[in-house]
Structure formats: structure tokens, C-alpha cells
């Protein structure tokens, strides 16, 4: 009841900047029972006498979160105020609604909002939160990077980035990130992004890129043409890639090692019979979970157990009746009994404890092998998989026998 109450109240927080703040009623001894930071404010050798209190670095509604998890034993986070709910939790050492708000981040933590909870998760000094950043921004490397948070990010996160061995992204989109977030440094500083400013605002983040480790096309068409770059890096870049003589560059000249694709395989062993498994347009499908997050790149599938085939594929995965991912692409298969891999466009990020729907629909002429002995549980990278059929299959797949031999996934 004494929740953002007047009745009885003894203190007054004027919150927010000036303009936009509002007027918040408290009570001291309630305060500061709950907060070692309000009990100096009130009862230690500074406390502030003043019945008002201003407090312009906090947003009204994060201090009104913190309030009524101090006053009701309630928390009220959503994905528009929990960094600033976090921010004044740490402040006033409201030690369990600022874990509660880590906690939230994680669960929420996406390819479009990662770069941006890494520059204020290294702000609020919570490297756990961080390494889940990083889970993402590798796997999904190039979703964050386009992604509009990223041109948010301060200068040394920037660097951070840049300088990441294992992100799962081509030299050039990093380049074309960084170009974006130069352009946007520009406007905040009130500066036109030309070429030139573009070069000062990425100080020497610029010298992080791997630019030798493009293809020489990718760097004529991109970077040489960028104006980025002055006359002397552009030349010496071309001739490291032309001359025998390489010489000395500012830049990295190794490429990212990336993250190395794991592959689940569920069968134990494959065959093929002359009057099966034959693709008609129709789906193979099965459902898996898994115990741990991990990111699932795409399928591992068979192909042809005669001549060199050509397929059609379209792949798709789906959690709960809904489509999280698809592609349609083709694949040849030279008719061993290998797998061949069909990808998403972008790495799915897959949660534990939930079953999901595998699917291909393939379109060939020929027979293909298929799998045997399937296994409803694999451990694979300290990673526990369930198998499950599904009613999606129509073409015989199931968890003992079939198709979609692999599951291939970053962890």
C-alpha cells in the first residue's frame, strides 16, 4: 500500500533529467533496511538532510521498478526498461532485482540486441551476461553486425568485436559494420560521414579489420573503393596478394578461424535398397531437443546411391507449429553413402528443453541412401539430443530409419 504512496512519506526523489522528471514519494526506514546504499544516504555520517532528493541519471520507470521490488517483493521487467532497471539496481546495490535483470537479458538476448547488452554488460562489470554476448555475436555474426544495435556500441566494444578470432562472419560484411558504425559515430558527433571522418572516428579500431584476408576482388570492389583507405595501405594491400615480395601491413593478414561446424550424426550406420528410399517431393521430418543452447546451422543429408544426382532441397525448422527458419537451395550428390550439407542463411539459435521440427523436402530422380539404427539419444560435445518422430514425415523418416542423418550446430 505505501508503494509510490505520499501517506507518511518523509523523502522525495525528483527523478530523470531536467524537463522530463517526475516526483517519486519513499520512506527512509523502509529505504534503508533494503538498500546499504539508502541507509547511508539517510542514517550514515554524510546522510542527506534534504526531504528532496534529485537524481537526473535514472529513468522515472526503472526507479519506480526498484521500488516496488523493495516495497511489494515483485519485479515488473520488460525489454524496453530492464538496462535501465539494471543500472539503478547496481546503483542502490539492490543486489537480487539486479541478477533477476541479468537473468531476463539472457533469456532475451538476440542477434539484433547482443552488440548492444555486450557494451553494457562489460559497463556493469557482468562478464556472465557477456560470455552469453559472445555465444551469440559468434555464431550469428553476421545478423548482429547488421543489425541496428550495432552501430550503438562505444568505441572499445568496437574494437572488441573487430578484433574477435571466432566470429562466423566474411571480412567483408565486418568491414561494411564498420563502416556502418563510423557513419553513425559521424552524426552523433554532429559531423558529415565522409570518407575522411569515417577513417578518424575508427581511430585505430580500423587497423583490426583482416582486409588481407578478403579475396582480392571483394577488397578491389570494397575497401580500395571505399576512400577509407589511403593510397599508400590500398597499393600495399594488392601487392601482399600480387608480389613475391609481400610487404609490411598495419593490418591482420590471417583470416578468423570462425567457429568449427559440429556435426550430430543419429544413425549408426546407412544403406541403400533398389526399391527404397526413393524422394518425391515429399517431407522427412523429425523432432529433436537438446540440453544445452546451441546454434543449428543446417542438415547434413544423403544422397543419391547411384549416378551424380543434383537436388532440390528445402529445409526448415519449426518450434511449436511455427517456422523459425527455412531455405530452399540444391545440392549435388556424387553417390557415395556421404552426407552433404544444407544450410540456413543464418545460424538458428535453438533453446534447451524444447522440442523442435527438423523437415527437408527433396526432389531427384534417383534412389538415395538412408539411414539405419537411429538412436533417440546422442551425446555429442557434451551435448545431450532427444529424438523424437514427427507427424510432418511423409516419406518414412522416423527416428530409427530415414533421412536427415545430421544435425550440424555451433556450441
Not at 552523433?188 to 578478403?214: C, D, E, F, I, Q
Amino acid at each position: 500500500m505505501m508503494f509510490n504512496n505520499a501517506l507518511i512519506s518523509d523523502v522525495t526523489f525528483v527523478v530523470g533529467p531536467q524537463g522530463a522528471s517526475q516526483r517519486i514519494p519513499g520512506h527512509k526506514y523502509l529505504l534503508g533496511v533494503s538498500s546499504s546504499v539508502f541507509y547511508a544516504m539517510f542514517y550514515g555520517e554524510l546522510a542527506e538532510e534534504k526531504s528532496e532528493i534529485v537524481i537526473p541519471d535514472a529513468e522515472p520507470p526503472a526507479f519506480l521498478a526498484m521500488l516496488k521490488y523493495i516495497y511489494c517483493d515483485e519485479m515488473d521487467l520488460d525489454a524496453d526498461s530492464v538496462l535501465a532497471t539494471l543500472y539503478v539496481a547496481k546503483k542502490y546495490m539492490v543486489l537480487h532485482l539486479a541478477r533477476a535483470c541479468v537473468s531476463f537479458l539472457k533469456t532475451s538476448l538476440t542477434a539484433r540486441n547482443a552488440c548492444v547488452l555486450l557494451a553494457q554488460s562489460r559497463l556493469f562489470e557482468e562478464p556472465e551476461l557477456a560470455d552469453r554476448c559472445w555465444e551469440v555475436i559468434d555464431a550469428q555474426a553476421e545478423l548482429a553486425l547488421r543489425s541496428d544495435s550495432f552501430c550503438d556500441v562505444d568505441l572499445e566494444t568496437l574494437a572488441a568485436i573487430l578484433s574477435r578470432e571466432t566470429l562466423n562472419a566474411a571480412e567483408t560484411v565486418v568491414f561494411e559494420a564498420a563502416l556502418g558504425w563510423a557513419a553513425a559515430e559521424c552524426r552523433r558527433s554532429v559531423a558529415t560521414p565522409t570518407p575522411g571522418n569515417m577513417r578518424s572516428a575508427l581511430g585505430k579500431a580500423l587497423h583490426l579489420l583482416r582486409l588481407p584476408a578478403m579475396p582480392l576482388s571483394d577488397f578491389a570492389d570494397g575497401p580500395a573503393q571505399s576512400g577509407v583507405l589511403d593510397a599508400r595501405e590500398t597499393l600495399d594491400v594488392f601487392l601482399w596478394h600480387t608480389a613475391r615480395g609481400k610487404p609490411e601491413l598495419p593490418f591482420p593478414t590471417a583470416p578468423r578461424r570462425g567457429l568449427q561446424p559440429r556435426r550430430c550424426c543419429r544413425f549408426q550406420s546407412c544403406t541403400f535398397r533398389s526399391n527404397q528410399w526413393r524422394y518425391h517431393g515429399r517431407c522427412d521430418a523429425v523432432q529433436f531437443s537438446v540440453d544445452r543452447r546451441i546454434f543449428l546451422g543446417g542438415f547434413g543429408l544423403f544422397g543419391s546411391s547411384g549416378a551424380r544426382t543434383e537436388y532440390a532441397a528445402r529445409v526448415e525448422l519449426k518450434r511449436g507449429g511455427t517456422v523459425v527458419a527455412h531455405r530452399a537451395s540444391r545440392f549435388t550428390a556424387d553417390g557415395t553413402p556421404a552426407t552433404f550439407p544444407v544450410y540456413f542463411e543464418h545460424p538458428v539459435q535453438v533453446e534447451p528443453d524444447a522440442f523442435y521440427t527438423a523437415s527437408v523436402v527433396l526432389d531427384g530422380p534417383s534412389l538415395s541412401y538412408f539411414g539405419q539404427d537411429g538412436l533417440t539419444e546422442v551425446q555429442c560435445e557434451g551435448i545431450a539430443f532427444q529424438f523424437q518422430c514427427s507427424s510432418d514425415s511423409t516419406n518414412g523418416t522416423g527416428v530409427q530409419g530415414g533421412q536427415i542423418p545430421e544435425l550440424i550446430f555451433y556450441s
